[in-house]
């Protein structure tokens, strides 16, 4: 068979038109939705893209780079494009960022059929054109004669029509940044250049320490150790706790045990990698950077400088870097059979070690449960026959094989199993009353969106995520000789409960609770504080100076 032939210029507008038409629906309807009443503004928006990309393309059509380049291009549309528009996600530097630090079994969960037909279809098969073709490469000064004949008047068409519709645009931009961010494979590609950018500005940063003067109070009468256990839960939204308003009865063991439901919390981010390093961290979420967070000492270096013990239990995918300087166990590498297949295990697990390390605790300690919690798109895989409540529940990772109310089921067992695990945990502490003072507080890392306005999973940016990635669960339960210890009035915090809370809060209200004393403390930022006799800042909630790094 012949092998077709094509000009560098003929192949780059030809993949450029393929990648806009093929890997781009969420793109085009986002855009025919926001140009509805400018029907001039979009066809030229059309035009304007088809002629930047082409011209990008066309500087890269240089001899023994134009396949490779052009190849990768369409691979990392159809790998963005399926994601995109199967699940309504965003695909940035946060997400590129969440599948690099992602494990093999969760990755698994996310290569169905459906993804491996359409990697196929509109990866594999272009990919194989490109390869195929024969390209007819003139000289080198002729082509750049001929490319810049392309690009010169395309950038001048794109002024043009950029001058021409420019309130439209401005607006349209203005108000809508989720447009440009679901065109693909621009918003992967550059996301991509974002993580290995900030890669090498981290390289060599120094670590900032903060809260050195850091001390816990004197235990006076108080003969037991204090034991805090500090639940990171995930992908676990408010909406659907039974404690929380939700019309289904999710958390039927919480509801017997004496808790305190926070409703109003909001997240620092909308992915993991975000929001675990932001909620450990001394910064808020407005002053909270990638940078910040790892290269500035977080809440469990402020603790050990207090000499609180500090142990993380791992049931997740790491703890992005919040445990580096801390004792740390990653419990699927026990593959325990009792609870763990496949590489993953359900977050029993957690409530099983931590039986074990609650019996030689002999000091002031926090410990860290980082769950597995509600991750999707397997939810199916987060609990067992004993929190399958609801039926019929869907039972694949590929949703869109599954109907709304089957997603919904599957998602509301995930939080059925986060009940029970929680009241295992409480049981724990209580099984070791005659030993430790003990309190546990649970926090979901962020949210998730199970179809709502075509969204699904998480991880959109912030300025665009619904509130069912934002708003997450917070539930608090302390011992009789916690409380006792700082005379901390359960009533008054179960008063304030619907008061606003985010991820700002724990740093200082774990600090609070701990009776740890330093100057990067603020009680203005510790729910607990005007509701305690005793410890930092007690009875008050007028902020300390804070210097961060102090």
Known sequence: M??????????????????????NATFWMKAWTYFEEFPGALAGFAVAI??????LLTMFS???????????????AAVSSYYVDTFGIVVDRDMIRNALETTAAEAGALVTPNFIVHMVVYGLLPAVFIAWVRIR????????RWNTALILPSVLVVLGIVFLNLSVFAATFRNHRDLMASLNPASAIVGVGKVIDRHFQNRNQILTKLGEDARSTPRGNRARPKVLVLVAGETARARNFGLLGYERDTNPELSKRDVIAFSNVSSCGTATAVSLPCMFSVYSRDDYSETKG???????????????????LDNNTGSKGVADRTVYEFL???ADPSFCEDGECRDDVLANRLKEVLAGVKNDTVIVLHQIGSHGPAYFRRYGEEARHFEPDCRTPQLADCTSQELVNAYDNTIVQTDRNLGQIIDRLREQSDRIDAAMIYVSDHG???????????????????????????????SEAFAKDDGLDQSCIEARRVEPLSHDNLFHSVLGLMSVMTKVYDPALDFSVSCRETGPGAGSAQPQDEEPGA
């Open 2 to 23: 012949k092998r077709p032939s094509l000009t560098s210029i003929q192949l780059s507008m030809l993949v450029t038109a393929f990648v806009l038409s093929t890997a």
């Open 62 to 76: 240089m001899k023994y780079v134009i396949k490779p380049v052009f190849i990768v291009f369409v691979l990392i």
């Open 448 to 478: 998730e969106s199970l179809g709502e306005s075509g969204l699904y999973l998480h991880a959109a940016p912030y300025f665009m995520a619904p509130k069912e990635q934002t708003h997450v669960p917070m539930i608090a339960w302390f």
């Open 332 to 334: 699927p590498d026990t």
């Open 294 to 312: 790892k290269w500035t000492e977080n809440l469990l270096d402020v603790l050990g400088h207090a000499g609180i013990e500090t142990l993380w």
């Open 137 to 144: 490469h003139r000289a080198v000064l002729a082509k750049a």
């Open 50 to 55: 088809f002629l930047l990309g082409a011209s």
